[in-house]
């Protein structure tokens, strides 16, 4: 498998973990890992880093070597390989794998600094106009060589339709659908009545915008925990009131009671799919959330939450108010989240990666010796 890099991206992580249990031989291929930072089955395949892994500070700003990104990828060997499989939100799809192999892309979107959220990672806000105007002109050049490379991809499979319409749009090709598992066996209910927070869990980047959610729960005089951590983390703390909690750390028994106590999760960002509305909703929990993105097909309108139109902070306020207005029944809140349990995701996957297989060499199996590049 190759993957962009790891570093305990909750969503990335469980589809890779997923994955990997159904090709358990695979070779891992990573631009960046941090050692620590995933699960001990992901750690147990040995992932194999780029040659960025040794350059300075690769560990914590990464982003700032994406001019390279290209090159590291393309530098993977991978002639002994007839099956690759590539989990992507960045460069790992542009692998260049033989001829004789085949390529299965999970997509979990096409390279956003690249194409639309350029000023949320290095618009001049973020990096002082200099920087942003170098950064520019890298990501055009990044841009261009991320479209040149999407057919490097015998299928696309995309984490949500909101990216499929993505991957048509910026790669010209079709994309199945495949949403990422969900611990729905873990994630559930304990039959306790929600506090009196709110909870968002995420991490603290600017495409997130966490800060949203703070200064929509200050305008309704409402708890808020912050769950997760991110170069935003100190700026967020900065501007935040009383009754915002950061949470850096936390097992995933600890995130499972948060869920649990929580009135409702937030989700103020355009997500591509969003894995911890679902969890919340596994754990019986409603969702307030943005009427975008992947927040469209997980959150039903006033029957497994609010979807809101108003992306502003008084907007977010309004529908945290109305929440007492609505009821919630807990079982029909875990049912929407069963969609997205862990075993229907492993079957939907192998059955693509089968299906890739035979039209190259037959179908492979359990014991499959061939890597799988994330």
Known sequence: MVHDWLTGMRGGEAVLEAILELVPNARLLTLVHVPGSVTPYIESHDPRPSFVQRLPLAHTRYRQYLPLFPAAVEQFDLD???????????????????????????????????????????????????????????????????????????????NSHYVAARIGRYYNRVADVIEPPVDTSFYSPDGSGPGDYFIIVSALVPYKRVELAIEACELADVALSVVGRGPEAGRLRGRAGSKVKFIEHCSQAELRDLYRGARAFVLTGEEDFGIAPVEAQACGRPVIALARGGACETVAHETTGLLVSDATASGFAAAIRSLDGHEFDPLQLRRSALRFARPRFQERIRASIENLAAEAHGPCDDTNEEPLAQ
């Open 80 to 158: 002994d390989v007839d099956l690759v499989i590539s989990t992507s939100h960045c460069a790992a799809k542009a692998v260049v794998p033989t001829g004789r192999a085949r390529h299965l892309c999970y997509c979990h979107t096409p390279m956003r600094y690249a194409w639309d959220q350029f000023d949320a990672y290095f618009g001049p806000a973020r990096v002082g106009k200099l920087k942003s105007r170098l950064y520019g002109l890298a990501l055009r050049r990044l841009g261009r060589w991320d479209a040149a490379t999407a057919n490097r991809v015998d299928r696309y499979v995309a």
